[in-house]
């Protein structure tokens, strides 16, 4: 946007309210496993975070890849494994079938994908009943089988008021990406204004991020960032947001571990710190702690835990666990410590990079040291999962308050009109269906308001009745939120946005 120079300055404020998702049902239960093991494991976290797991008979089969949402009230919606998407009744969903086109989904769209955090899922901005799905490819060589990097990430399009309320994709397999990037690793953060969405993903061998900004006018993007360390293709290991928003950590093996500060207002990393592991780990996963203060890496026989407000981040690795050598059913199916996923209940669930039927579980990951309390093989699932755990982001995160787009706001710096004084004041703060304007103009000035979106998209214009003080505009018919807005008069000199 362009900022013009200013003699004198004032603020006004104004916020439309977002009503964000505040039921927790959205993330109670997971599908994991595929039939091949007996059957797929059905966990469920109910409203006292009681944890229940039963099996259930699927169609689909998960692997590494694993995208899934529930509604408010905590009903499965649907849910993929990167070769299709699957509804309600765990059949097919209406168009749904053959998504991330290419030749490593004809190999494995019936097992599941093999990349880690390859898709993940989140409600439209302004319309909890539609779903975007950004998914991604990994390409294979001619012979079928050699894997090289990537190249597309894709975007569909659910509609959950479709085929009688089981949903139906009506776009599908968009490409927002085409370039040479890494493995899976697609995270996503709320934005500091609680409503739109930031979608990281990183070009291989290389120092650069990709971003893109979700929100009720579409996606914007890719914006790209070099920083941090040079980052090879990946495979087996896991990036993450602290549930705050603040940071974002990202380990593979290959790699190490990188963890930066994320702006939500911006989509701008900062502050890398590069951390050395070096384990000898040929799999890996990387979550934070519900209080946003301790990083957990799983390094397939260690866990690590990271103090991240520490000053020094390196000198706080603490091992919380040696893998113990349990298998399950027998050797070779070692329970080693592989991706993680924070879950409703505050505990953090790891899987195993093999066919077992455990999962690792970190009871209280808010504590410091040993006392997280880290229990290996502690979830029991009754039948077999092989390497997945569901890839969530946090649904529940709210605006950042104080920040300088902390919710659906408006912010506005004024010009004087030659030696006239307009003095104008908006209120409600926060308003939802309407807010007032009280404005005090010396001359008459035929004056307009004028309400644009955060891409400058002109929405509204109101002309302001000078014989009056107040005036009311409505905002019942808007999407909720940022906007930004200025005032012109009949000579064409314009209030600005600042």
């Given amino acids: 946007m362009i ?4 003699k004198q300055t004032a603020t006004i404020m104004l916020l439309f309210v977002f009503n964000s998702i505040n039921a927790q049902g959205i993330v109670n239960k997971w599908l994991i496993g595929y039939p091949g093991g007996g059957a797929n494991v059905f966990i469920e ?44 009744t765990n059949d097919t969903m209406m168009n749904g079938n053959d998504l991330t086109p290419g030749p490593y989904a004809s190999y494995w769209k019936i097992d599941g994908f093999r990349n880690s955090q390859g898709a993940v899922i989140i409600p439209f901005p302004a319309d909890s009943t539609k779903y975007y799905l950004f998914h991604q490819t990994v390409d294979l060589a001619s012979n079928g089988q050699t894997v090289i990097p990537s190249k597309n990430i894709f975007y569909s399009v659910i509609d959950m008021n479709l085929d009688g309320g089981l949903g139906a994709v009506t776009l599908k397999n968009n490409v927002i990406l085409n370039d040479t990037l890494t493995y899976g690793a697609l995270t996503i953060c709320k934005h500091a204004n609680g409503r739109d969405w930031w979608l990281l993903c990183h070009r291989a061998h290389s120092d650069m991020f990709f971003e893109f900004l979700i929100s009720p006018t579409g996606i914007s993007g890719p914006f790209s960032q070099s920083i941090g360390s040079i980052l090879n293709e990946g495979a087996v290991g896991q990036a993450c947001f602290s549930p705050d928003g603040k940071k974002y950590a990202r380990y593979f093996p290959d790699d190490d571990l990188d963890i930066y500060d994320f702006d939500r207002c911006t989509g701008i990393l900062s502050n890398p710190v590069h951390i050395i592991i070096n384990d000898g780990a040929f799999c890996a996963g990387a979550s934070f702690s519900a209080n946003s203060k301790y990083l957990y890496i799983s390094s397939q026989n260690y866990i690590y835990q990271f103090d991240v407000h520490a000053p020094n981040i390196e000198l706080t690795k603490d091992t919380v666990a040696i893998y113990d050598g349990f298998a399950s059913p027998f050797h070779p199916f070692q329970t080693y410590f592989y991706q993680s996923q924070l879950a ?62 902390d919710t659906l706001m408006l912010t506005v710096a004024q010009k004087n009109f030659e030696n006239e004084d307009l003095n104008i004041e908006v209120f409600p703060n926060p308003a939802q269906n309407s807010f007032f304007i009280n404005y005090q103009i010396k001359t008459e000035l035929t004056d307009q308001f004028i309400l644009y979106d955060t891409f400058g998209k002109e929405i509204k214009r109101t002309k302001l009745n000078t014989s009056a003080k107040t005036q009311k505009v409505n905002t019942d018919n808007l999407g909720n939120g940022i906007y930004f807005y200025k005032f012109k008069n009949q000579s064409g000199k314009i209030v600005i946005i600042k």
């Fill in 3 to 6: 900022k013009f120079i200013v």
């Fill in 45 to 88: 976290f109910n409203k006292d975070s009681i944890l229940s797991i039963d099996t259930v008979k699927l169609k689909m089969s998960f692997r590494d890849l694993n995208a899934s949402i529930c509604d408010s009230y905590g009903n499965m919606l649907f849910y993929t494994n990167g070769g299709w998407i699957a509804n309600s």
């Fill in 344 to 405: 409703f209940d505050r505990k953090i669930y790891i899987s195993a990079p093999n066919s077992v039927d455990y999962l690792h579980v970190i009871n209280y990951p808010d504590s410091s040291g040993i006392s997280c309390d880290v229990q290996q093989h502690g979830i029991y699932l009754k039948t077999f999962n092989a390497f997945t755990i569901p890839n969530h982001p946090n649904y529940f995160l709210r605006a950042d308050s104080g920040s300088v787009c």
